[in-house]
């Protein structure tokens, strides 16, 4: 039988995304060593260009994390169901380095691991919604019902993202942590490092998403071999009756 | 400085162990399915 679509392109992709990364780490990497020093915060302030854009990453991921949940609450297909679960997974592990980032360039400039800004606050409560996502679905995995009710989840845990991005207005002047980035605040000579790692997280994550898709797609291969070969009547063990 | 690479070793270094995680299980379950079929043939 002739692989299908997906069973080409995703495999393909994903080797075109590990050659993209490579080029953009390697780019990134120069263009970081090579960022002039913050006049404040001295060679500390170089984590911006790490911590920001897996910001970014987990946001696309969470947002992607919905955007498949609709669309498998709209089409009902199983593949869906698996993109939005992958871009969780991947949505999940670049908000747990921005957990990690973060607490130690605050140490560096502010003197504690963390504080309990509503920034910083909201962002863990980002992490815990979309692991509990993770972790519900572990629990019951397989079922209609379970993607049903991940879909809805996935689509309703989006919420936190504007609460998150919006936490240091709403403090009102009282968090410690930094504003968000706008056109200009980037001091002369950081704008380029800050988008290329932003790209290079963007690749990144689309690596990971594309092998983790993979990886689901495979699950759900075997699966469906291993229920015919049941369907068939057992793997010919003396056991089967 | 020390922090700085820390911040860089964990943020790399944890990209990198996730993307040879996902090799691995690729490559896993490429082979169990390949064994299937094997034994299984048509």
New interface residues.
Partial sequence: MPPSSPDRVIPTLHRASTVALGVC?IIYGILVVNAPLDSEQG??Q??LY??VP?AMAAYLGFLLTAIGGGLYLWKRDERFDRFAASAAEVGV?FC??VL??GP??G??TWGTWWSWDLRLTVTLLLFLVYLSYLLLRSFTEGTERTARFAAVYGIAGLAVIPLNYFAIDLAGGRSIHPQNLEGGSLGVGMVMPFAMGAVTAIV?FS??LL??I??AR??A??AE??AE?EMRGGDGSPWDI | MGYLIAAYLIGVGGVLVYAVYILRERRALRTAISQGEESNPG
């Fill in positions: 780490a060679v500390i170089k984590i790490i911590h897996c592990f747990a380095l990690v980032t130690i360039w140490r560096g990144a690596h990971l092998g983790r993979d990886i495979l699950r291969q075997l071999r291993e070969r």
